[in-house]
C-alpha cells in the first residue's frame, strides 16, 4: 500500500541553524500538507501545496519557513533560522484530489532545538 | 474560523466495553467534512472514521461508529468491544469542502487508556 515517508524521522540542531525536513508524497497525489505538533498538544495546520505554489498557510507559517517542491516527488519544509519553539513533531500529509479525500499523513520528523 | 472543541482530555475504558469519545465544532459553513484520528504512541496520525457533512446517515467501520448530530454541531466517536490495540490519542478534526481552504482543523485530542 502507497504510504507518505519522512526523513529523518528525527533531527537535532542548534539554535539559529537551517533545518530541511524532507517528504515523500503518494505518488499520484496532487495536494501536499505540512502539520506540527509541539509536544502534548493539538496537531496544528501550517501549509498547504498545490500546482507548486502555496494554496493557504498559518499565522504559524511566517517568513522563516519556506516549502518547496524540487523535483516532482519530495515535498520540502525549510525552516531558515530556528527557534526553541520550533521544537516539535513535524508531519507531512498528502492528498489525492478534489472532494471527499483523505489526507494521508506521514510518520512525523521529530525536530529538536537545542 | 472554524474551531473544534473537544472536552475530554482523558477517557479509560474497559476491554470488550463501549466508550464514547465527544467533539464539538464551530463552523458558518453548510457543507464540510468531519474526521477521528488514532495517533498512538508511535505518533503516526491514522484515520479511524470520516463523515460528510451533507449525508444524515452516521458512518461506520467495523468497531467505530459516529453520531453526527448536524444542528448541535456534534460529532462523537463511539468505539465498541474496546481492545488493548485502540489506546491512543483520539483527535477530531473539520475540513472545509471549498477549494483553497482544505486544511484540517484538529482538536485538542483525548488519551484513551484501555483496562485489561
Known amino acids: 500500500e502507497p504510504e507518505v515517508t519522512q526523513t529523518p524521522s528525527h533531527q537535532v540542531t542548534q539554535m539559529g541553524q537551517e533545518v530541511i525536513l524532507r517528504c515523500v508524497p503518494i505518488s499520484n497525489h496532487l495536494y501536499f500538507y505540512w502539520y506540527r505538533q509541539i509536544l502534548g498538544q493539538k496537531v496544528e495546520f501550517l501549509v498547504s501545496f498545490y500546482n507548486n505554489e502555496i494554496s493557504e498557510k498559518s499565522e504559524i507559517f511566517d517568513d522563516q519557513f519556506s516549502v518547496e517542491r524540487p523535483d516532482g516527488s519530495n515535498f520540502t519544509l525549510k525552516i531558515r533560522s530556528t527557534k526553541l519553539e520550533d521544537s516539535a513533531m513535524y508531519f507531512c500529509a498528502s492528498r489525492a484530489g478534489v472532494g471527499f479525500g483523505e489526507q494521508f499523513f506521514g510518520p512525523g520528523t521529530r525536530l529538536t532545538v537545542l | 474560523a472554524q474551531t473544534v472543541t473537544q472536552s475530554q482530555p482523558e477517557m479509560s475504558v474497559q476491554e470488550a466495553e463501549t466508550v464514547t469519545l465527544s467533539c464539538t465544532y464551530d463552523?458558518?459553513?453548510?457543507?464540510?467534512?468531519l474526521f477521528w484520528y488514532k495517533q498512538p504512541p508511535s505518533r503516526q496520525m491514522i484515520l479511524v472514521i470520516r463523515q460528510e457533512a451533507y449525508k444524515q446517515q452516521n458512518a461506520t467501520e467495523n468497531r467505530f461508529s459516529v453520531n453526527f448530530q448536524k444542528a448541535a454541531k456534534s460529532f462523537s466517536l463511539k468505539i465498541s468491544d474496546s481492545q488493548l490495540g485502540d489506546a491512543a490519542m483520539y483527535f477530531c478534526?473539520?475540513?472545509?469542502?471549498?477549494?483553497?481552504?482544505?486544511?484540517?482543523?484538529f482538536g485538542t485530542g483525548t488519551r484513551l487508556t484501555i483496562i485489561p
Open positions: 478534526a473539520y475540513r472545509s469542502v471549498n477549494f483553497g481552504n482544505e486544511k484540517l482543523t
Open positions: 463552523t458558518s459553513e453548510s457543507d464540510y467534512y
